[in-house]
Antibody, heavy 119, light 110 residues
Framework: EVQLVESGGGLAQPGGSLRLSCAASGFTFSRYWMTWVRQAPGKGLEWVAN????????YYVDSVKGRFSISRDNAKNSVYLQMNSLRAEDKAVYYC????????????WGQGTTVTVSS | NFMLTQPHSVSESPGKTVTIPCTRS????????VQWYQQRPGSAPTTVIY?????PSGVPDRFSGSIDSSSNSASLTIFGLKTEDEADYYC?????????FGGGTKLTVL
């Protein structure tokens, strides 16, 4: 079964850091782009970051550039999102997802992990 | 960059047909594939349409996607509505290397 399981969410103070992890199983992880998508409370979906199969290309939404960093470890079938300088507006459910590069859409979603930013 | 605009909400009765539009603000809707995602309350999104009009395995054929260059829009049509179709629906396309999501449409089946 193809599966993505996120972890690492929780409470952080403004200006603080969190590292999200996503463990993949059931498919050849190293052959796929991966992406993070977030959803603020009561709001819609927002793309956050993408990473190429081998980690050589990374792309970010403007609002997180310079603060967030996406990475992956193909030996561990995992993708990560390092979030620094957190702001109140970063509060959201963060979904790890598999990106189909041919049509540039998500074909597998994780269940999400919740990030709260508050003092 | 472009935006994808969806109606905030739509409603229809069980057994009827509903169409949710997704209008691209600039550039051609046909330039990049459009996907549709369903999100039921309290759950993660799932993919119901990819590549404009393709259904993943397990998605009933009551779900149909299309694009219309004349209106520069994509549409998700759901035939024979069921109460289980009540959910938020998001269209998505891309610009260079960035994914672009529509704001979402809340479908009420009543």
């Amino acid at each position: 079964e193809v599966q993505l399981v996120e972890s690492g969410g929780g409470l952080a103070q403004p200006g603080g850091s969190l590292r999200l992890s996503c463990a993949a199983s059931g498919f050849t992880f190293s052959r796929y782009w991966m992406t993070w998508v977030r959803q603020a409370p009561g709001k819609g979906l927002e793309w956050v970051a993408n990473i190429k199969e081998d980690g050589s290309e990374k792309y970010y939404v403007d609002s997180v550039k310079g603060r967030f960093s996406i990475s992956r470890d193909n030996a561990k079938n995992s993708v990560y999102l390092q979030m620094n300088s957190l702001r109140a507006e970063d509060k959201a459910v963060y979904y790890c997802a598999r990106l189909n590069f041919y049509y540039y859409g998500v074909d597998v979603w994780g269940q999400g992990t919740t990030v709260t930013v508050s003092s | 960059n472009f935006m994808l605009t969806q109606p905030h909400s739509v409603s229809e009765s069980p057994g009827k047909t509903v169409t949710i539009p997704c209008t691209r603000s600039s550039g051609s809707i046909a330039s990049n594939h459009v996907q549709w995602y369903q999100q039921r309350p309290g759950s993660a999104p799932t993919t119901v349409i990819y590549e404009n009009n393709q259904r993943p395995s397990g998605v009933p054929d009551r779900f149909s996607g299309s694009i219309d260059s004349s209106s520069n829009s994509a549409s998700l049509t759901i035939f024979g509505l069921k109460t289980e179709d009540e959910a938020d629906y998001y269209c998505q396309s891309y610009d260079s290397t960035n994914q672009v999501f529509g704001g979402g449409t809340k479908l009420t089946v009543l």
